[in-house]
């Protein structure tokens, strides 16, 4: 199984260790040469320099044979365009893309996007945490 | 009417001024603090603060009514990319026009179905190729929605076509002769005009039938 993970932030490149580990052929872009840093000193899947909205390049990068795309640069925008192209020009199944805004996320997941967004699980798990706190769980002790 | 411009650069903050100037209403976003506070002596209220692609943004900007019109002018591709598909798809905006900044993105746009889009460098470089032809074939006009374009060609001595009357070509399907300007007089191409060298021959073909129509035409 082939795996294009663009952007190798602290996200990107842990999916990117992750599922090298679990079997898959990962290959990595971002525009900064520095952050094949964050896959370690011997990262033994492709990893290519450049900006993920290049069609030229994400050619380069094995899009066409690719099971599966993540789009996680910094940034929101980016990462819809790439999973859109990815979704409709190269006909890609699994198309996952990182979006922080809430309010895009869930615009794009009803147009038929797989969007992730850290800022509502950790509004979620955050809520989840404070909920628990409320006096009713908390155990009353008498003395 | 109403338009919302979003980006208030060069072009965003000219175009807010010309289509103020023709007594429209209109509202600026620009996203830099900066850039937002010289807008803001010229522009007062009709300029906001705000990221245009984040949709509270274009709420306060008023994408609800909905506007007439709004343009992507900012001088981000995806975010012109973002900006135009919200507004058109979430807020039924029935007029969008999204400047392209990299020419490379075109596709992008084309893919998206944000039409129309205005890209500086492409009109730029179709106006020299005019003025200054490198090739033998001349991009004039590219007809993005019927998938079809307009070129010029350079009828010379050495051109195979040169004597021959249009009927007789074998002109590749999908490409047809429009018309031929002669010393200054242009007329509509039929089967029975006669090509000559110094012609400028104007013809309409789908992409990808270039070198085919050069073959018949300049044998190159």
Redesign the interface.
């Known amino acids: 199984m082939n795996a294009l993970i663009i952007g190798c932030g602290r996200v990107g490149s842990s999916i990117a260790l992750q599922l090298q580990r679990e079997g898959w052929d990962v290959t990595v872009v971002d525009e900064n040469e520095d952050a094949l840093a964050r896959l370690g000193d011997h990262w033994p899947g492709a990893f290519i320099v450049g900006h993920g909205m290049d069609v030229d390049l994400l050619r380069e990068a094995g899009i066409e044979e690719a099971d599966a795309v993540v789009a996680a640069t910094d940034g929101d925008n980016t990462n819809i365009v790439i999973a859109q192209v990815a979704q409709k020009r190269f006909d890609i199944g699994c198309v996952v893309a990182r979006v922080l805004d809430p309010a895009r996320a869930d615009f794009y997941t009803t147009r038929g996007l797989r969007t992730v967004c850290p800022t509502k699980t950790a509004i979620d798990t955050l809520m989840e945490a404070v909920r628990s706190c409320a006096p009713t769980n908390v155990a009353r002790v008498t003395l | 009417m109403y338009a919302i411009v979003a980006g208030g650069g060069k072009v965003g903050a000219n175009v807010a001024r010309s289509l103020l100037r023709l007594g429209n209403e209109v509202t600026l976003v620009e996203q830099e603090r900066d850039r937002f506070e010289r807008l803001e002596d010229e522009f007062e209220h009709q300029v906001q603060r705000g990221d245009a692609?984040?949709?509270?943004v274009l709420e306060r900007a008023g994408i609800g009514r909905p506007p007439d019109i709004v343009l992507a002018l900012t001088g981000?591709?995806?975010?012109n990319?973002?900006i135009a598909q919200?507004a058109r798809?979430?807020y039924g905006v029935e007029q969008v026009i999204a400047r392209v900044n990299d020419p490379?993105?075109q596709?992008?746009f084309d893919?998206?179905g944000i039409s129309p889009t205005v890209c500086a460098t492409s009109s730029i470089m179709a106006l020299v190729e005019h003025e200054v032809p490198e090739h033998d074939l001349i991009h004039l006009l590219e007809l993005r929605k019927e998938n079809l374009e307009i070129v010029e060609v350079a009828i010379d001595r050495d051109s195979p076509s040169a004597g021959k009357r249009v009927e007789a070509l074998e002109l590749p399907d999908g490409a047809r002769l429009i018309s031929v300007m002669r010393s200054g007089r242009a007329e509509i191409a039929v089967g029975s005009t006669q090509l000559e060298a110094g012609d400028q021959v104007l013809a309409i073909l789908e992409p990808g039938k270039e070198d085919e129509l050069r073959r018949v035409l300049l044998r190159r």
């Open positions: 692609t984040e949709l509270h981000d591709d995806e975010d990319l973002v919200l798809e979430k490379r993105n596709a992008h893919l998206l």
